[in-house]
């Protein structure tokens, strides 16, 4: 069965450096196309949608976050990781990861992680 | 980028109600959309891909249709766990990006 878990601090300061790992199971990060991206959502807010990797490790970003965001892979142990620099009080969302398999040729998300809740405050 | 602008943010309907989302792209992106429902406190679940294919395990009461920029989600008898925030994405390429939802809630 596919799941993916997301983990990392429920509380960061500003400009610190967050950093999150999704771990997954079921499917492979090394397999055709298959590839996992990073959405976040702020209280009572919409989706936004950070990065994404490939499996070939191809990536992507939104140009909103760009510049403060890296994502990686680690295969050997089904792990995706985010990491944000130099956060700030409007990066308080619930930070997902989500699976893109492009079996439909097209980059939907058909699994998701529960979310973990991050709150950046002093 | 891609905007996806979402119509209405909210509506109030009764259980059996046949409730329609609408969609809209800023530039034709073919069939390659997305919906999702949302529950508090819970992940988004992929409902539609490629416009108007229902996802595995999603109820059949769920249809989506549209194509270059205009795109709808109906649900035809509304029923007590449909009461949730729906949410669009164009899934032709990155950046990706998402509508801002649609609440659906007991009238």
């Known amino acids: 069965q596919v799941s993916l878990k997301e983990s990392g601090p429920v509380l960061v300061k500003p400009k610190e450096t967050l950093t999150l790992t999704c771990t997954v199971s079921g499917f492979s990060l090394s397999s055709g196309r298959m590839g996992v991206s990073w959405i976040r959502q702020p209280p009572g807010r919409a989706l936004e949608w950070l990065a994404h990797?490939?499996?070939?490790?191809?990536?992507s970003y939104n140009t909103s976050v760009n510049s403060r965001v890296t994502i990686s892979k680690d295969t050997s142990k089904s792990q995706v990781v985010l990491t944000m620099t130099n956060v700030d009080p409007v990066d308080t969302a619930t930070y997902f990861c989500?699976?893109?398999?492009?079996?439909?040729?097209?980059?939907?998300?058909?699994?998701w992680g529960k979310g973990t809740k991050v709150t950046v405050s002093s | 980028d891609i905007q996806m602008t979402q119509s209405p943010s909210s509506v109030s309907a009764s259980v059996g109600d046949r409730v329609t989302i609408t969609c809209r792209a800023s530039r034709d992106i073919g069939n390659w959309l997305a919906w999702y429902q949302q529950k508090p406190g819970k992940a988004p679940q992929l409902l539609i891909y490629?416009?108007?294919s229902l996802q595995s395990g999603a109820p059949s009461r769920f249809s989506g249709s549209g194509s270059g920029t205009d795109f709808s989600l109906t649900i035809s008898g509304l029923q007590p766990e449909d009461f949730a925030t729906y949410y669009c994405q164009q899934s032709t390429g990155f950046p990706l990006t998402f509508g801002g939802g649609t609440k659906v809630e007991i009238k």
């Open positions: 490629a416009a108007s």
């Open positions: 990797i490939f499996s070939d490790d191809e990536k």
């Open positions: 989500a699976r893109i398999p492009l079996t439909h040729f097209a980059y939907d998300m058909d699994v």
